[in-house]
Every structure is written in structure tokens, then in C-alpha cells.
């Protein structure tokens, strides 16, 4: 591929695949040396460059020099200096090197990783800026606005638009402890799947109950039921009760699935007519009448908002499982970014947002309401990433014979 040319990518290949960029020193003497890679570099401390330093491993990338750059690569342990501004990421070295040196950045795996697949994306910056430039100015829709208002209209429209828009996924790969709950991932807006990883690293879906709840509030009863308060008149709490009991059901009391037999305790019900379906161990008819909701093997969750954690059933003791959930987008600097295929979509939503918010434009606003919402279903469109060959594919499946 060419090398960066004044276009939109800014990084050669060995900036993006490999997270390195290699400086050949021509002038003797030099210190100073500036890397461009799109992600800023960043220090623990000003002393972290020390590898015996405790925020050594805050660093997000490692510096090497060597006399020829190719396999002979040394790493630099004398005292630098890191500063980020328009041009790049300048590292200013302790000892000066002489003419013939190559100097390397080497990013970190999951600072490299981080970089991948960001052309899709436009950060909110960007978006702001473009903005002010095409929307903003002497004869154009706004004449002027402050820069805070634009920045606050685009961050709420990165907002609404993760929740059902961008379908900004995020996952976590856990596992079910003894206590039977984990915590609620710190950026959690909604879930949106819950499932479970087999030997296989195929996953089963886990399905919300409705058989238990988690009661927001447990206050301890007297023995004639007044709630007891202590010493600073607020009502004294106890773990729930709710809790502890659905922790130590054994699940297949619900399902039927590995419910042992009095002559057998050592059968399970994988096969529902038993090993003989007119036998003594014979388990015909032990399921009718079952609600389908509960009869399945993948178990259940439910939502503890009160303690912030994900309950589950008996079942999964010791399962991986796999959360999934959507965030509003603005957590965490990573985040605020935009598919670029929404890009016209967050204009819009700016646009719509300053002209009905302002006395002067107010009747202007149903017109670009509409702009608005064309754009931003132009975006789930595109979003959607429906394929053809994904469509005929659906379409031959509905036509097969179903088999025993």
C-alpha cells in the first residue's frame, strides 16, 4: 500500500500491523524525535521510564535503538521525556545519539489492538469540528455558536444513538463463582445477551427469569413485624432471604433435567423417555404439563440492582460465560467515536438540536426534524449490514424438509 500521502490515513503499514516506527538519527547529537502514530503515546510518571519504576508497566509502548535496524534491537533504559501535542508524541532522550542509530517505538499488544479498525470510525472531535466548518459562519444556517454548545449536542447524540443506533456491543468474558454473581461492568447502560461458553467454545444462551427477584431492600422485622431502625433512625438491612434461597435450588427441581431415580440415582434425564420407556426406570410422562419457559438446560439470570451484580441460577457454578451489553459511548475517551456510515446522521442531529433550542430558528426546526430522521434511518440501513448472499442463504433454509 502507498505511504501516507496527505489523505486521511496518517500511519505507514508498519505503524498499524506491527505498531512500530523506526526514526533513522542523520544529524549527530540528536534527542528529540517525533512519532506519529494515531495513538498518543502515554507514560505511568515521569520517572516510569525506569524499568524497575512501579508505573513501568503503564507505559503503553518501549523504546529501542540499534546501530544498523534490523535484528539487533537494544532497550533504551536512560531517562526520556514524552510530550503530545498536534505534531505527534516527541521523546526527548537523555543521551543523545550519534549518526547511523535507529530509534524504534514499539507500541504495547493491546495499544496495537486498540488501533485497529479505526478508519470506520470519526471521533467526536472530529465530528465537532467539521460541523462548526460546514454548518457554522456568515451566511450559512448558524451564523455563530459557542463551541461547548456543539460539543454538548454531539456527545448527547453519541448517547441516544448507542443505545439503538450504533449498536455499540460491548462484551466480557467471566466466570460464575461459588457466590453465584459478578459485578455489573463499570460503563453498563442495558444488556443484551447473556450466554454461556461449552467445551467447544460454543455458546448457549442464558434467558432472564421470572421465577425470583432481588428485592432492592431486605429491613430487618421485629417480632411484630415493625421494620428496626438503628441509632441514626435509618432502617437496618439484612442480605435477602430471596437470595440466599435461590442460590441453593437445585434447578433441575424446575426442569426435570437431572432428577435422579429412586431405583437409579445415578440416570439422568438426557433422554426423556429414560433408558426404558415401560421399564422400572422409565421417565414417560415425568414432564407434562411443564412450562416450556422452564424447560431448558441453559439456566437463568436476573438483576440485582440493589448490590449492582448478575445473580444466576445453581447451574452455572464454574460456567464461562459471555456478557453482553451496550454503553452510552461517552465512558471512556476510546469510545467517543462514530461509524463513519453515521457520520451525516450526528450533523443532522446537531443541526436539529441548535435551530429548535434557539427563538430566532424555532420554525425551522420541523424541517430539519424530518432531515434528522432520514439521516439517521439512512444510518440503521447501513448499520444493519444486511448481505445479499446472507439473504439467499436464509431464503434456501426456509425451503428445506424438515427430518426426523
Known sequence: ??????????????????????????????????????????????????????????????????????????????????????????????????VGIYVKVQLKETAVENNYGSYE????????????????????????????????????????????????????????????????????????????????????????????????????????????????EDNIDSPSVINERWQQYNTSNITGLGAASSQNPTIWMTDWYGENSFGPYGYYGQRYGGDPVNMQINGWFNIDERRGRFNFSSDLTGKLIVLEYISDGLAYDLDTKVPKLAEEAMYQHILYSILSTRTATVSLAPLYKKQRYAALRNAKLRLSNIKLDEIVQVMRNKSKWIKH
Not at 516506527?21 to 506519529?36: E, K
Not at 460546514?134 to 454531539?154: C, E, M, S
Request: glycine share 8%.
Open 121 to 232: 470510525y470519526v471521533s467526536i472531535k472530529d465530528i465537532v469540528n467539521n460541523f462548526i466548518v460546514g454548518y457554522v459562519g456568515q451566511d450559512k444556517l448558524i451564523p455563530r455558536v459557542n463551541r461547548t454548545d456543539v460539543i454538548f449536542h454531539a456527545k448527547r447524540g453519541l448517547q441516544e444513538f448507542s443505545y439503538d443506533t450504533l449498536k455499540s456491543i460491548k462484551s466480557q468474558e467471566l466466570s460464575v463463582p461459588p457466590n453465584l454473581s459478578v459485578i455489573i461492568p463499570q460503563d453498563y447502560v442495558n444488556y443484551v445477551k447473556m450466554s454461556w461458553a461449552d467445551a467447544g467454545g460454543i455458546i448457549h444462551t442464558i434467558y432472564p427469569t421470572q421465577l425470583t427477584t432481588s428485592p432492592y431492600e431486605s429491613p430487618i422485622q421485629d417480632n411484630q413485624g415493625e421494620i428496626v431502625q438503628d441509632n441514626f
Open 1 to 98: 500500500m502507498p505511504r501516507p500521502d496527505g489523505g486521511l490515513i496518517t500511519e505507514t503499514n508498519l505503524q498499524y500491523y506491527a505498531g512500530a516506527q523506526i526514526i533513522y538519527t542523520s544529524t549527530g547529537g540528536t534527542t528529540a524525535y517525533t512519532f506519529t502514530f494515531n495513538t498518543a503515546l502515554s507514560m505511568g510518571s515521569t520517572t516510569s521510564w525506569n524499568p524497575s519504576d512501579s508505573d513501568y508497566g503503564l507505559n503503553n509502548f518501549r523504546i529501542y535503538t540499534s546501530p544498523n535496524g534490523l535484528g539487533s534491537w537494544t532497550e533504551y533504559a536512560t531517562a526520556y521525556t514524552l510530550l503530545n501535542n498536534s505534531t505527534g508524541s516527541i521523546i526527548t532522550l537523555g543521551l543523545a545519539q550519534a
